[in-house]
């Protein structure tokens, strides 16, 4: 692992560097903790309490054991074997959470962002998956892996563990769901009824594993049989401990507020309710936060996006805002959600519905016909949608005329005829705005989503591939407009907000891609840093090319993940030089965020605003709810989706390999787009091994290649739900 070639000079770092004639503080009862840390790096070795009172003159040791305290648990100070008090950093210890995997083995993230490092099953025995740890590096292993220590867990990620309850020789307890947590959790003898051996259970740990003793829990809720309708989605809600239960005071805050707005809520807003505005979002949707308006101006286009005024009704301080806060965003499992505010406000007051009156910040774009925006302006605005329309229908009457079809959606007469009008135009915007979006580079890999559709029953009656349409793409790419202007006026006010950033591919991802793409055939130019373009020319190239699914696979592995920062840095992706999140503060709470920040922009004193120093840990949360959630939704589809196939054991069907690695082949269905694993083991009679550069397994003895790309037929061999994996078995010829 690399160190920093040189440290920033002290006199710049820390103010209290050592020097002659240096000032001692006068006594006090204890230092500051930042002026701890700070006295602490300049000394030349660790200290023990009793000389840090006696240098700095402490006339409360009380209170400076319980700051020493403290700082070690956050591991901002370390206490080594002879009981001294030192700097991690000073001590070349590592900040970072544990990443586990279901092998038993593990890695160690660093907060940093530098190279992963290896833990071994032996370190693992006195961690779980995310926690957070101090550790130093021990040396290489025999793979060439830099690996890690454990020092110390400075924060246990996981209090409660949802799996099977089991018991074995007079033992109970709980296999976690989630095979990186690695252990089997004890359960404390309980006096509650006990549940059945394989009902699935939530227990809260009571003592974290350590010293290979493994974790000891008490069982705090029977959720009920493995296989039963909706059991997938509260696995999901309890393993990632996702709020789901408004608090009471919620309810009584909700009291307060109207069906519909009131004619007073309209004072010093313009009034857009004649505008033919309207709402394009799936058949299921029901939180309608966005509408749109388009028509031709000056050779160019006006286009108008308004977004709810969720501001306007969620106050800073407020109970719904501190709810809103926890949450998040709004988790869409297939059959279920979990708003970040409560139904009455996300799919009512704040829903932008048909032939009702609505509050909205609207941002009014005029865009030039070269998909430039010339102008820009936010305001509030009282609305009136004109029609919920779905992407079907819209696609339908715009992008498809030759099978246009009457819209039902649309009002009667010159009302649905200027809808249409607007649909047109907005039409016609898009493709400005689409070869925009080339011309700068963004990136857009098309790929198969899976859908599933449910029985009325609720049991899971299919799995079909969810088709993008160009409609889609012409609401996305109006509110990343909106979201664009958004960044760029905040910014030039100078007025503290979050902003989406997406960082270029790390150093470490490009130096597994470069020689992949070179093994392709491909011959990346940049010499240092890709820019977004290099990648979207990438992309192009191969588009016609047999593994064009292989690079573009390997081209997004390569990407960094997008977060939530206090300052903007840039959009990698989108290849954008500013972005934030605006359009949708329904069920982001980042977006709430822009708002108020916009509104302050606006010369609202009601708006509040957060310190810049708590935007910093806002952005932290906001990002961790944002991860929280995806991870919660795959886990649901994956599991739902093994329950469908759980009935078909035993088919064949048609698919193409869709990844190569040391252990196997992950395969996708043609129908039902699914993926599944055939192991390597199963593969026939020869030892076969990975090429990752050529992303190939290729046969020892009798050459045979197994390729991305590759088209194959498949039995379904098994269905594992106890850890939601699908067992394929290649068939012969393939």
Request: glycine share 8%; proline share 8%.
């Amino acid at each position: 692992m690399t160190q920093p070639s040189k440290r920033p000079h002290r006199s710049a770092r820390h103010p209290l560097r050592r020097r002659s004639g240096a000032r001692q503080p006068p006594a006090a009862p204890a230092p500051s903790d930042h002026y701890l840390i700070g006295w602490l790096y300049v000394q030349g070795r660790p200290l023990g309490g009793d000389e840090i009172a006696a240098a700095l003159q402490v006339t409360d040791r009380a209170a400076l054991d319980r700051l020493l305290a403290d700082l070690t648990a956050a591991g901002r100070v370390v206490r080594n074997r002879r009981g001294a008090f030192g700097l991690p950093e000073r001590m070349d210890l590592i900040h970072g959470r544990v990443h586990a995997s279901a092998e038993g083995h593990g890695h160690v993230v660093p907060d940093e962002g530098e190279p992963w490092l290896y833990l071994s099953p032996r370190e693992m025995r006195q961690v779980m998956h995310g926690d957070r740890i101090l550790c130093c590096i021990t040396g290489l292993d025999r793979r060439g892996r830099p690996t890690a220590q454990i020092v110390e867990v400075l924060e246990r990620a996981v209090s409660k563990v949802v799996g099977r309850y089991l018991e074995r020789g007079g033992v109970a307890f709980v296999a976690p769901d989630d095979p990186r947590l690695g252990f089997d959790v004890v359960l404390r003898a309980s006096e509650a009824a006990q549940p059945s051996p394989g009902q699935i259970v939530v227990a809260r740990i009571v003592e974290p594993p350590q010293d290979g003793a493994p974790p000891v829990g008490v069982l705090e809720r029977v959720l009920g049989e493995a296989g039963a309708p909706g059991m997938a989605v509260e696995i999901a809600i309890h393993s990632h401990e996702l709020p789901h239960e408004w608090p009471p005071e919620v309810a009584a805050e909700m009291a307060g507020l109207p069906d519909d707005p009131a004619v007073d809520d309209f004072a010093g807003r313009d009034d857009l309710q004649a505008l033919p505005l309207v709402t394009i979002d799936g058949p299921e949707a029901r939180d309608f936060d966005d509408a749109v308006y388009c028509a031709p101006a000056g050779g160019g286009w006006r286009l108008i996006v308004a977004i709810a005024d969720v501001a306007y009704y969620v106050r800073p301080g407020s109970v719904l805002d501190a709810a809103a806060r926890g949450r998040g965003t709004s988790v869409y499992f297939p059959n279920r959600v979990l708003p970040m505010l409560p139904e009455a406000v996300s799919n009512g007051l704040c829903s932008l519905k048909p032939e009702r009156p609505r509050l909205a910040l609207v941002c009014d774009m005029h865009i030039d016909r070269h998909g430039e925006v010339e102008a820009s302006r936010f305001y509030r605005a009282v609305i009136r949608s004109h029609a919920r329309l779905t992407y079907q229908q819209v696609e339908q009457s715009v992008a498809a005329p030759e099978a246009r079809q009457d819209i039902s959606a649309l009002p009667a007469g010159a009302e649905g005829a200027a809808v249409g009008d607007s649909l047109r135009a907005f039409y016609r915007l898009w493709q400005a705005l689409d070869r925009r979006r080339r011309r700068r580079g963004a990136l857009d890999f098309d790929s198969r989503e899976a859908k599933i559709v449910f029985a009325e029953n609720g049991e899971v009656a299919d799995v079909v591939v969810a088709e993008r349409l160009t409609a889609h793409r012409m609401i996305e790419e109006a509110m990343i407009t909106a979201n664009v202007c958004a960044a760029r006026t905040l910014l030039a006010a100078e007025i503290p907000a979050l902003y989406r950033v997406h960082h270029p591919p790390p150093p470490v991802k490009l130096e597994t891609l470069v020689p992949f793409l070179r093994a392709q055939g491909l011959k990346p130019d940049w010499k240092e840093r890709p820019a977004p373009a290099d990648f979207a020319a990438l992309a192009e190239a191969v588009r016609d090319r047999p593994n064009h699914d292989l690079v573009h696979a390997m081209l997004l592995r390569a990407q960094a993940l997008a977060v939530y920062l206090p300052v903007n840095e840039g959009h990698f992706g989108l290849a954008l030089d500013a972005y934030c999140h605006f359009t949708s503060p329904i069920r982001r709470y980042p977006d709430l965020l822009v708002h108020r920040a916009l509104l302050r922009h606006l010369g609202d004193g009601t708006a509040g605003g957060e310190r810049p120093t708590a935007l910093g840990d806002l952005a932290e949360h906001c990002s961790f709810t944002e991860r929280r959630a995806e991870e919660a939704e795959r886990q649901v589809r994956q599991r739902l989706m093994c329950v469908y196939l759980k009935g078909r054991v035993g088919e064949v069907f048609a698919g193409m390999v869709s990844g190569v690695t040391g252990f196997g082949l992950f395969v996708e269905l043609a129908a039902p787009p699914v993926s599944g694993l055939v192991h390597i083991s199963t593969l026939p009679g020869d030892y076969y091994h990975f090429d990752p550069l050529a992303q190939h397994l290729r046969g020892e003895r009798s050459g045979r290649l197994y390729r991305w790309g590759d088209a194959v037929r498949v039995r379904l061999a098994a269905v594992r739900l106890e850890d939601d994996k699908i067992d394929l078995e290649l068939l012969e010829p393939v």
